[in-house]
Antibody, heavy 118, light 112 residues
Framework: EVQLVESGGGLVQPGGSLRLSCAAS????????MSWVRQAPGKGLEWVAN????????QYVDSVKGRFTISRDNAKNSLYLQMNSLRAEDTAVYYC???????????WGQGTLVTVSS | DVVMTQSPLSLPVTLGQPASISCRSS???????????LNWFQQRPGQSPRRLIY???NRDSGVPDRFSGSGSGTDFTLKISRVEAEDVGVYYC?????????FGQGTKVEIK
């Protein structure tokens, strides 16, 4: 059974930093692209970042480019999101996601809440 | 960025009756390899999203066959043949053809 368990969320002041982690199990982690998706309270979904299998290819939505860094450790079956220079508009539940665009693979974690407020 | 526009944004439905959600993209979602990466997600209250449909019309594993997707180019539709109580939630279309991948605003399905 695929499991994705996020951690690292919490309350942080504007301008601060936070590192999210996602522990993956139940599949061959190193074989797949991984992603982070976020959802502001009461709002819709926003795809934040993707990373390829070996970490050499990364994609970011413009709103986080230069501030967030996605990374992975295949030896630890873990995905990360380093978030710097946080803003109030980054407040959201952040989901770790593993899905395939072209086949029936779709898995989401339970999400971790990041609140940016003074 | 590709803009995804859903309608309606709110959909009250009667149990056992059909429901339909429309999604339009600001440009064609046909990828260079001929695939169209249009997805539909369901988010039940208090839960993480889950995908129902990928590549326009393919149901994900475990998705009931009352859900179906159709469309091409820039116009897509999600249909529920007979709404059940467990279908209450918010439905999102999402394009995975162009980066950044983008979602529609969401359609809230509720029981009348």
């Amino acid at each position: 059974e695929v499991q994705l368990v996020e951690s690292g969320g919490g309350l942080v002041q504007p301008g601060g930093s936070l590192r999210l982690s996602c522990a993956a199990s139940g599949f061959i982690f190193s074989n797949y692209w991984m992603s982070w998706v976020r959802q502001a309270p009461g709002k819709g979904l926003e795809w934040v970042a993707n990373i390829n299998q070996d970490g050499s290819d990364k994609q970011y939505v413009d709103s986080v480019k230069g501030r967030f860094t996605i990374s992975r450790d295949n030896a630890k079956n873990s995905l990360y999101l380093q978030m710097n220079s946080l803003r109030a508009e980054d407040t959201a539940v952040y989901y770790c996601v593993f899905l395939s665009r072209g086949s029936s693979i779709d898995n989401w974690g339970q999400g971790t809440l990041v609140t940016v407020s003074s | 960025d590709v803009v995804m526009t859903q309608s309606p944004l709110s959909l009250p439905v009667t149990l056992g009756q059909p429901a339909s959600i429309s999604c339009r993209s600001s440009q064609s979602l046909v990828y260079t390899d001929g695939n169209t990466f249009l997805n539909w997600f369901q988010q039940r209250p208090g839960q993480s999203p889950r995908r129902l449909i990928y590549k326009v019309s393919n149901r994900d594993s475990g998705v009931p066959d009352r859900f179906s997707g159709s469309g091409s180019g820039t116009d897509f539709t999600l249909k529920i043949s007979r709404v059940e109580a467990e279908d209450v939630g918010v439905y999102y279309c999402m394009q995975g053809t162009y980066w950044p991948w983008t979602f529609g605003q969401g359609t809230k399905v509720e029981i009348k």
